[in-house]
């Protein structure tokens, strides 16, 4: 559906985005990462046409973006991190304007009628937009995206600066969309990006850094074991006996849970079964060990790995891909066309 290939962007003696290639296959959600100023909504702006690249291409189901904008852009639907809204008008109005923007064919009541229905703002059509709280105007960004009907979404931090409640909302919003398009969702909250995308795009300095599924990515990146541990211990002792043990990396209070007893975060060296030597120890010094539970690597650690790592790697190493996250998948068919 997306292809990018060696796409870069300069100002000047600055490089904001730096050969990027990767392909985007139709009904994929994914998530597009970074730290502030890696390059992630340049990177979206080129694709979507809003800016051009300095050197490489984007095509978009087999239009190039800079050769067909029309053709390419009809696939498109975009919310910026901010949208782009006039304050001054009614939701309706508003959408109306987009609609003749872009130039849309469709029945022009029922389609918008449809759309609102979908995101939810039927309620609000005859108020200003200003008057809207920020989870009603990201709904109505949300809107203005749909009203081409797209078949790719590409969403620009689309729950900053809402409460938990909007948030919970605009991501099952995401979730619904998804499941007849294709969504590019850039995000602050990893969290969110972990239980919205089935794969992950991470850029750091405008390279790309993996690109990889999700669940791949934490496979590929990490073996550590990481365990939460309750003690029956001396809470003063546990820490530094726990953290001589040979191949321990991490040993972190975590408080107490019931009378008597210490909660520990114990993260091994990688490749490290940690648990025989943990209970020998514990053994030794007449230490019971009550309850022991695996913990996950988050998207948030995987991130920070991946981030630190590529300041210290010389970009001709190459990203994490997804061959190599998950060797044992065949690659797919490309349904660019």
């Not at 060990?289 to 948030?300: A, D, K, Q, W």
Request: charged share 25%; net charge negative.
């Amino acid at each position: 559906m997306i292809e990018v290939t060696g796409l870069t962007k300069r100002y000047g003696k600055k490089t904001a985005v730096d050969n990027l290639t990767f392909t985007i296959r139709r009904g994929e959600i994914v998530g597009f990462l970074g730290p502030n100023g890696a390059g992630k909504s340049t990177t979206m702006n080129m694709l979507t046409g809003y800016i051009a690249p300095t050197v490489g291409t984007v095509y978009v189901n087999g239009y190039n973006m800079m050769d067909a904008p029309e053709k390419a852009k009809e696939y498109v639907g975009y919310l910026p991190e901010i949208p782009p809204l006039y304050m001054d008008m009614t939701v309706d109005e508003y959408l109306n304007f987009v609609f003749g923007l872009k130039k849309c064919k469709f029945p022009r009541k029922e389609h918008l009628n449809e759309i609102c229905e979908v995101v939810r703002i039927g309620h609000v059509r005859h108020r200003m937009v200003r008057n809207l709280s920020k989870g009603y105007r990201q709904r109505v960004g949300l809107a203005q995206a749909l009203i081409n009907d797209p078949r790719i979404l590409i969403l620009d931090e689309p729950t900053v600066g809402l409460d938990p409640k909007e948030i919970v909302e605009i991501r099952n919003l995401i979730l619904k969309l998804g499941q007849t398009r294709t969504v590019i969702l850039s995000s602050h909250v990893l969290s969110e990006i972990q239980a919205i995308c089935e794969r992950v795009i991470i850029v750091n300095e405008g390279h790309l850094v993996a690109d990889a599924l999700t669940e791949d990515l934490a496979r590929s990146t990490t073996a550590n074991s990481r365990y939460v541990v309750r003690l029956a211990a001396p809470e003063d002792q546990v820490v530094p006996v726990l953290s001589q043990i040979p191949g321990m990396l991490r040993v972190e209070m975590k408080g107490s849970m019931e009378p008597g007893t210490v909660d520990v975060l114990i993260e091994a060296e990688k490749d490290v079964d940690i648990r025989r030597a943990l209970f020998e120890e514990c053994a030794k010094r007449g230490w019971y060990i009550l309850v022991i539970t695996p913990v996950g690597v988050s998207l948030e650690d995987i991130f920070l790995q991946l981030v630190d790592e590529s300041k210290s790697t010389e970009p001709a190493d190459g990203p994490l891909t997804l061959d190599e996250a998950n060797p044992s998948e065949e690659t797919k068919e490309d349904d660019a066309q």
